[in-house]
């Protein structure tokens, strides 16, 4: 697994999101099944940050690798 984010806040909210067993859930239902295997994929978070905080992630695009 590889997180990045165009500035810590957003690095910092993509852990945050993928630390969250209902984000991951959520962004796991978008994701075509095919059997057992999970396919590689890549996945595309806004995140709000005020503050300096990062406050509210959201899932934008999933794309299958």
Do not use: C, H, N, Y
């Not at 945050?16 to 994701?31: A, G, H, N, T």
């Amino acid at each position: 697994m590889i997180l990045a984010g165009t500035t810590t806040f957003g690095t910092q909210g993509a852990v945050d999101f993928v630390s969250r067993p209902d984000s991951v859930e959520k962004m796991l239902q978008e994701i075509p099944s095919s059997g057992s295997e999970m396919k590689p994929f890549e996945a595309l978070l806004r995140v709000k940050v005020a503050r300096g905080v990062p406050v509210d992630t959201e899932l934008v695009a999933l794309r299958l690798r």
